[in-house]
């Protein structure tokens, strides 16, 4: 018996099939497509925040009463309070492709009441426990890639619990050929004596890239590492002592030579299996700052065979060596003129010209230090050292169980992110991301700007994440009686998804859609970096039942909800110069952003109809309950509605 699917007939049955409705029909066929052969399989179990979004749109509203303002001239940083699942779904739209870091924490599955779903702690009894967390991870990440920005990256911090877990989930959405590394972090500084079996020492990071062959930058150097290089020939800087010669002798013989050693005579030829790192020509330049050199043909055939390991017969017959010009005695009187001189060339001869050849490595010519998979708590900090800049900042107790320390986070913000990188944090917590974030941009004059989403469980967001941030940006005073002056020359802006009032229904009608287009400003204020609103644009009156519009530092932000008024609005952007497009928004019923009646003044602006273009966005990370479709304007529509354009579409082929 033939036990194999035969996929192909099934396929045409279904299309046939009255029954089903087309995006049933397309569901079906996608299963049939699939033929996982390996990678991580789990009972996928509904989330009700999930399910939630297919019934309506979270929209996300600025709280002005806790902005932070200390002038255009510096970055915005952000905290979106509200589910991150909600937030993740507004920043596919506002920040799609634009994020260069983003670092989680996310819970760790330990049974400890640390992790909920649908509004239940997750316990080590349960026997879904890991399909849950895998469900609950499975969403987010989808969403944080389409974020992540073509040189992005992200930092996954977990334990033992799930890291086997999240890296097979991470390779099937991220891609096992974008898996850069899983860092261990030295997380305690000291070994517990009661500790049982093997003590936890190191948490695990999971990184992950965008794109292929990501490289991380590198790491300042330390004194230590600066201390080898030294100046022992009065040289105008300091340098360390390297190898002059580099493997592959078998397949550079051309750079097997002998160099006649000016102080003793002898021919110096590289160890087994190496070459020199230069030809003859270009050595032969080096060897003549020690005296009168030439090239000339040993025939050495045999020796130059034993460093290549090959036969006399087999090694290359036509490579000279480079030998003294001079009588010995003449060329060890020069060189030792040299020596003594001081200032040595770049290759010299070691133990005060007794020795072998070697180069000088000087200390302005090496970069950083590469970054390794192992962040030693002495350089990143530990979970009690994370503990104590929390008590620190709120007086003397610790607000959140499991904060991690902000030098592990400016740790990987220094190989990964960009002076003028965006980051993202949306399992926030107490916050350190964005005090890293700060820190970071502090020390090296960047203008990096930090999104932090979390909700507010027992009053986290508005009480720890913010409050902390707050701190750290006016100063505080320590809990022993310190002051630590505020990183002032930042912006907060504190947005919120409320769970009743910021909800719109996906029902497809015009009076949600209405609703959606006015909802969206602050989302937009958001995507575009423009916050301070303007009375006027231009010489024109801005009525604000209709239009707002918003302008810093020559960039400018117009929303518009009567497109009756875009006559006067085009007569008023043709009036203003700014440093950038405008960025012009005009409700539409479809796609259409009313392009025609622009036309003026289409160099001076990028436009935008709206909702249309974000409910094409969340359409596709959050498909509708109840069949509901997005047609080619950009509407969401019922499945009767959906199946009549599919058949109107057929009509206009035929």
């Known amino acids: 018996m033939n036990n194999r699917i035969d996929k192909e007939s099934l396929i045409t049955a279904i299309q046939g099939c009255t029954e089903l409705s087309e995006r049933q029909k397309e569901d079906v066929q996608e299963l049939l497509a699939e033929t996982k052969k390996y990678g991580l399989v789990w009972e996928n179990t509904p989330e009700d925040v999930y399910e939630e979004l297919r019934r309506?749109?979270?929209?996300?509203?600025?709280?002005?009463?806790?902005?932070?303002?200390?002038?255009?001239?510096?970055?915005?940083?952000?905290?979106?309070?509200?589910?991150?699942?909600?937030?993740?779904?507004?920043?596919?739209?506002?920040?799609?492709?634009?994020?260069?870091?983003?670092?989680?924490?996310?819970?760790?599955?330990?049974?400890?009441?640390?992790?909920?779903?649908?509004?239940?702690?997750?316990?080590?009894?349960?026997?879904?426990?890991?399909?849950?967390?895998?469900?609950?991870?499975?969403?987010?990440?989808?969403?944080?890639?389409?974020?992540?920005?073509?040189?992005?990256?992200?930092?996954?911090?977990?334990?033992?619990?799930?890291e086997a877990d999240l890296k097979l989930l991470c390779d099937e959405i991220y891609g096992a050929q974008n898996f850069v590394a899983n860092i261990s972090w030295q997380r305690t500084y000291s070994i517990r004596n009661d500790s049982k079996g093997i003590p936890t020492e190191v948490e695990h990071i999971l990184v992950y890239s965008q794109m292929p062959n990501w490289q991380p930058k590198k790491l300042r150097r330390t004194e230590k590492m600066d201390s080898l290089y030294k100046n022992p020939d009065n040289d105008d800087m300091p340098w360390t002592s390297s190898s002059c010669t580099a493997p592959g002798a078998p397949t550079h013989q051309g750079m097997v030579y002998a160099i006649q050693h000016p102080f003793s005579g002898e021919m110096m030829y590289p160890s087994?299996?190496?070459?020199?790192?230069?030809?003859?020509?270009?050595?032969?330049?080096?060897?003549?700052?020690?005296?009168?050199?030439e090239l000339k043909d040993l025939h050495d055939d045999e020796e130059r065979a034993?460093?290549?390991?090959?036969?006399?017969?087999?090694?290359?017959?036509?490579?000279?060596?480079?030998?003294?010009?001079?009588?010995?005695?003449?060329?060890?009187?020069?060189?030792?003129?040299?020596?003594?001189?001081?200032?040595?060339?770049?290759?010299?001869?070691?133990?005060?010209?007794?020795?072998?050849?070697?180069?000088?490595?000087?200390?302005?010519?090496v970069g950083g230090r590469l970054p390794t998979n192992f962040f030693q708590y002495a350089e990143t900090g530990h979970t009690d050292e994370a503990k104590k800049e929390m008590i620190s900042i709120f007086g003397g107790k610790s607000p959140f169980a499991t904060p991690k320390p902000t030098r592990l986070i400016k740790r990987i913000l220094e190989i990964a992110s960009e002076k003028e990188s965006i980051v993202l944090d949306f399992f926030a917590g107490s916050g350190t991301t964005m005090q890293a974030t700060m820190e970071l941009n502090k020390e090296d004059g960047g203008h990096r700007q930090?999104?932090?989403?979390?909700?507010?469980?027992?009053?986290?967001?508005?009480?720890?994440?913010?409050?902390r941030n707050k701190k750290v940006i006016e100063?505080?005073?320590?809990?022993?009686?310190?002051?630590?002056?505020?990183?002032?020359?930042?912006?907060?802006?504190?947005?919120?998804?409320d769970e009743d009032s910021d909800k719109v229904p996906r029902d497809g009608s015009r009076n949600s859609r209405i609703r959606l287009a006015a909802g969206m400003v602050d989302m937009l204020r958001l995507k575009h970096d423009?916050?301070?609103?303007?009375?006027?644009?231009?010489?024109?009156?801005?009525?604000?039942?209709?239009?707002?519009?918003?302008?810093?530092?020559?960039?400018?932000?117009?929303?518009?909800?009567?497109?009756?008024?875009?006559?006067?609005?085009?007569?008023?952007?043709?009036?203003?110069?700014?440093?950038?497009?405008?960025?012009?928004?005009?409700?539409?019923?479809?796609?259409?952003?009313?392009?025609?009646?622009?036309?003026?003044?289409?160099?001076?602006?990028?436009?935008?109809?709206?909702?249309?273009?974000?409910?094409?966005?969340?359409?596709?990370?959050?498909?509708?309950?109840?069949?509901?479709?997005?047609?080619?304007?950009?509407?969401?529509?019922?499945?009767?509605?959906?199946?009549?354009?599919?058949?109107?579409?057929?009509?206009?082929?035929?």
């Open 56 to 162: 309506e749109i979270p929209v996300m509203h600025e709280d002005d009463s806790k902005a932070i303002l200390n002038g255009d001239e510096y970055p915005d940083h952000a905290i979106i309070e509200g589910d991150n699942l909600h937030a993740l779904t507004n920043l596919c739209y506002t920040h799609q492709g634009k994020i260069d870091v983003i670092y989680i924490d996310p819970p760790y599955n330990t049974g400890n009441k640390d992790f909920e779903y649908n509004d239940s702690f997750i316990d080590s009894e349960d026997s879904f426990k890991h399909s849950k967390w895998l469900s609950f991870m499975s969403n987010r990440l989808k969403f944080s890639k389409q974020l992540l920005s073509e040189n992005g990256t992200i930092f996954i911090s977990i334990d033992d619990n799930e």
């Open 272 to 293: 087994v299996g190496r070459c020199w790192t230069l030809g003859q020509k270009q050595m032969l330049e080096n060897m003549l700052n020690w005296g009168n050199y």
């Open 306 to 365: 034993k460093v290549c390991g090959l036969s006399p017969s087999d090694v290359r017959k036509d490579v000279q060596a480079i030998v003294l010009k001079d009588s010995l005695e003449e060329a060890k009187r020069k060189a030792k003129k040299i020596l003594e001189a001081g200032h040595w060339p770049i290759f010299y001869f070691t133990n005060n010209g007794k020795g072998g050849l070697r180069r000088k490595t000087y200390l302005k010519d």
């Open 450 to 467: 930090c999104i932090l989403v979390t909700n507010n469980e027992n009053n986290i967001c508005e009480e720890v994440t913010y409050v």
């Open 475 to 497: 100063g505080y005073d320590t809990s022993k009686g310190g002051h630590v002056e505020g990183l002032n020359d930042n912006n907060l802006r504190y947005f919120k998804i």
């Open 530 to 654: 423009v916050y301070t609103e303007q009375d006027s644009l231009g010489n024109m009156t801005v009525d604000k039942n209709i239009m707002r519009y918003y302008e810093d530092n020559g960039h400018g932000l117009l929303i518009l909800m009567d497109a009756d008024k875009v006559g006067e609005i085009v007569d008023a952007i043709s009036n203003i110069n700014l440093v950038t497009k405008m960025e012009v928004y005009v409700y539409s019923e479809g796609s259409y952003a009313f392009d025609d009646d622009f036309l003026n003044v289409k160099d001076k602006i990028n436009l935008y109809a709206l909702p249309g273009p974000f409910l094409q966005t969340f359409h596709r990370i959050a498909p509708a309950m109840n069949e509901v479709e997005i047609d080619n304007h950009g509407h969401e529509l019922t499945e009767e509605e959906a199946n009549e354009t599919s058949d109107d579409f057929k009509d206009e082929e035929e």
